[in-house]
């Protein structure tokens, strides 16, 4: 059994000993994220559609569609109870997964704390919110969750809006107004626990047992398939696994 299915399963095992239930820990949100330049114009942004499914310390973030065209990847981050990472790039098309160790991403200088998991769990991290000015909410609940107003700037004088439910640690809308361009995360679907939001569509969770069936192999190996002409294929639609186009060229 490959490495990567023995963590996988060890963290679930844990989990399920942990708790006498874990629905309760199981956060499934989809989201659309919108970039355009400002002024937008109509049909000139760039939309992404996503699922973000989360459970006790694993994340999946799986693409849907990208500018009207479909998405067949995942990023899924695991936490170890040391406080590593291990991290694999799903190609759900192709039936294979990449897999990375926490010492592949620090040699990618990719990094792995607790600041950046916040950012894969909750999108927005903790010491991002407390950057930003609490403010009346217009709008106070949505999806059956109270929400909170955030509002100021980050970084270079990026102006920041959020509209935060604390109680599932997720923003129900994210806007980044930089000086040429905005870019806006909405959220369209959330299921909390054995409460499904407003639409009952599964989100598409790569289980154990599908995982089970995909072809790993681990980054430390993609060197070696360079001069291999049938995995250059493969890996030539990797194009978000880290580090993996720098090995194709």
Known sequence: MNKTIQMLGLAALSMLAAKASIAEEIVNARFETTQCATPCIDGSAKRLQWWLMREDDQVEIRHLYQNGQPAHNSSLWMKKPAGQFNYSYLMHEDGRTIDYSDVDLKLLAIKTDLNIWQVKSQLVADEELGKLKKVQSDNQKQYGQDVE?????????????????????????????YPGHTVTIQLQALQTGALAASDAVIPPKASLATLSNYQHVDFTDIGDMEHNPSEMQWLARAHGAPGVQSHSH
Do not use: C, D, F
């Not at 107003?149 to 107004?177: C, D, F």
């Open 149 to 177: 107003k955030y509002v100021g700037e980050l970084g270079n004088g990026v102006r920041t809006e959020i509209l935060w439910m604390p109680a599932v640690k997720l923003p129900y809308s994210v806007q980044y107004h």
